[in-house]
């Protein structure tokens, strides 16, 4: 530990640069420049898989004019949130991805990677993942995804002898789970 650790960012990113290091900027809710942003948002406590208790809150949120937007890892799960969300009473939008800033006074729900959701006071932003509001983690993507593992006893068609019926098998394995 010494004063490499706390390098300004502008400094970070001017040394990974002259190195020939890649950079990335991540220019989520339509920034267009690179800029380093500072904020004083803090990590959202989520709901616990209350869905009645999210769309209190986060109606309450809009109508104070706060920016709220829900992420999810599919689509078939922010269609599915968007409805139950206006089931409950917020008027939620689902769109695919976000191509204008969430205006204040709206309720978006789309597809994003976030893990965990965010609230800034200052910004009057709300953003809810898919953990938050349903408790679960969400989908797993590409190499993430675990494979299934084997299930046990399974009906094996080559186990079956000459004359056997599947009807037969399936009773056979039925009744091996009592």
Known sequence: MGAASF???????????????????????????????TTSSTTHPGYSGKPGDAA???ERRRLEGWSVISTMAGSGGARHVAENLRAEGLPA????ELEDP???????VTVG??????V????????????????????????E?????????VVDPSSCAPGTTWSTRITEWAASWR
């Open 7 to 37: 390098v300004p960012l502008s400094e970070a990113k001017g040394h990974a640069r002259e190195g020939g290091r890649a950079w990335f900027t991540l220019a989520a809710f339509g920034l267009d420049t690179d800029v380093d942003l």
């Open 56 to 58: 209190k809150d986060l």
């Open 93 to 96: 939008v689902y769109t695919p």
């Open 102 to 108: 969430v205006m204040p006074g709206e309720a978006v």
């Open 113 to 118: 990677p976030f893990v965990e959701g965010l």
């Open 120 to 143: 800034d006071e200052q910004l009057r932003l709300v953003l809810t993942s898919e953990r938050d509001l349903t408790g679960k983690s969400g989908a797993r993507r590409g190499a």
């Open 145 to 153: 995804r675990k494979m299934p593992s084997r299930r046990r006893n």
